[in-house]
C-alpha cells in the first residue's frame, strides 16, 4: 500500500494545491492527514474541500482544528494564532466547520500498519522537537511506526536496541528504508507553513511493502499566498514568515 502523508496545512490553497500537482505523477492509494488543516492563513474553506476530496481519507484533528471549530477557545494560543484562529472560525461553511468538529483524536492506526498523530501519542498538543522527547514517546508507546506533525519541522527519530537517532531530512528529495527491528517516529513537514528554514512545501509518502519513506520539498505561489493573507487582514508575520520557512 502507497501512503500520501499530509500535515499542517494550515490552510495554505497554494503549497496544497502544488503539493497534490506533484502526486498525480506518483500513484497512491490512500491518502492520512495528521492534522491542523486550516489556521494561519486565508483559504480555510479551500483547503477543507480539497482534504475532503481525497479519497480514501484518514485524518485525525490538530490543536488549530479544535480552536478553529471552536471545541476550544484558544487560551494558550499566541495574539496572531488565535486572531487568525477566531477568522478561520467566522469564515467557515457550516459544513466544513461541522466537519472538523468531527475529526477524531490521534492516535489511532491505519490499517494496522502505522500510528498517526498530530502532536504525540501521549498528548496531542505535546510537541516532539528532539530526542529527549522522542525518547520519552517511545518509552511510553509501543508503535513500531508512527507519524507525526505539530512542529513543522520534516525528520525521523530511530529507536534500536543500542541508541536513539535523528535522521534529519535533505531537500527537494528524501528517500530512507525502515530497518526490521527498529521503531521511528516520522514527522513529513508542513505543507503550509515550514519552519525548518526551507519555505518549500513539505510532505511524505510511504510504501508499506518497501518500507521506504520518501519526503519530499515543493516550490508554490509562496507570493501569492502572502498577498491573500494581507488582503483578509490577518497579521502581516504571519505572511512574512512563509518567505523565510519560519
Request: net charge positive.
Given at each position: 500500500m502507497k501512503y500520501l502523508i499530509l500535515s499542517d496545512i494550515?490552510?495554505?490553497?497554494?503549497?496544497?494545491?502544488?503539493?497534490?500537482?506533484?502526486v498525480r505523477r506518483?500513484?497512491?492509494?490512500?491518502c492520512v492527514f495528521l492534522g491542523d488543516l486550516v489556521g494561519y492563513g486565508a483559504n480555510p474553506n479551500q483547503t477543507v474541500d480539497m482534504v475532503r476530496a481525497l479519497k480514501p481519507l484518514v485524518a485525525i484533528r490538530g490543536n488549530h482544528d479544535k480552536?478553529?471549530?471552536?471545541?476550544?477557545?484558544?487560551e494558550l494560543f499566541n495574539r496572531m494564532a488565535?486572531?487568525?484562529?477566531?477568522?478561520?472560525?467566522?469564515?467557515?461553511?457550516?459544513?466544513?466547520?461541522?466537519?472538523?468538529?468531527k475529526l477524531p483524536e490521534g492516535p489511532t492506526m491505519v490499517d494496522d500498519t502505522f500510528a498517526i498523530c498530530h502532536g504525540t501519542p501521549?498528548?496531542?498538543?505535546a510537541y516532539i522537537f528532539g530526542e529527549i522527547e522522542a525518547?520519552?514517546?517511545?518509552?511510553?508507546?509501543?508503535f513500531p511506526v508512527t507519524f507525526?506533525?505539530?512542529?513543522?519541522?520534516?525528520?525521523?527519530?530511530?529507536?534500536s536496541p543500542d541508541a536513539i537517532t535523528t535522521i534529519l531530512t535533505v531537500a527537494p528529495s528524501f528517500r530512507f528504508k525502515l530497518r526490521p527491528g527498529?521503531?521511528?517516529?516520522?514527522n513529513p513537514g508542513s505543507v503550509g507553513q515550514p519552519r525548518d528554514g526551507n519555505p518549500l512545501a513539505s510532505f511524505a509518502m510511504f510504501d508499506s511493502e518497501t518500507r521506504m519513506v520518501s519526503i519530499h520539498r515543493i516550490p508554490y505561489q509562496v507570493k501569492a499566498t502572502q498577498q491573500k493573507i494581507l488582503k483578509a487582514g490577518l497579521p502581516r508575520p504571519l505572511a512574512d514568515r512563509l518567505a523565510i520557512g519560519r
Open positions: 494550515h490552510s495554505n490553497k497554494e503549497a496544497l494545491t502544488a503539493v497534490l500537482s506533484f506518483k500513484p497512491w492509494d490512500k480552536v478553529c471549530s471552536g471545541i476550544e477557545e484558544g488565535l486572531e487568525a484562529a477566531l477568522w478561520t472560525r467566522r469564515k467557515l461553511t457550516k459544513s466544513n466547520l461541522h466537519w472538523l468538529k501521549v498528548d496531542e498538543d525518547l520519552n514517546v517511545f518509552r511510553h508507546t509501543e507525526f506533525g505539530h512542529s513543522h519541522f520534516p525528520v525521523i527519530f530511530a529507536l527498529v521503531r521511528y517516529l516520522v
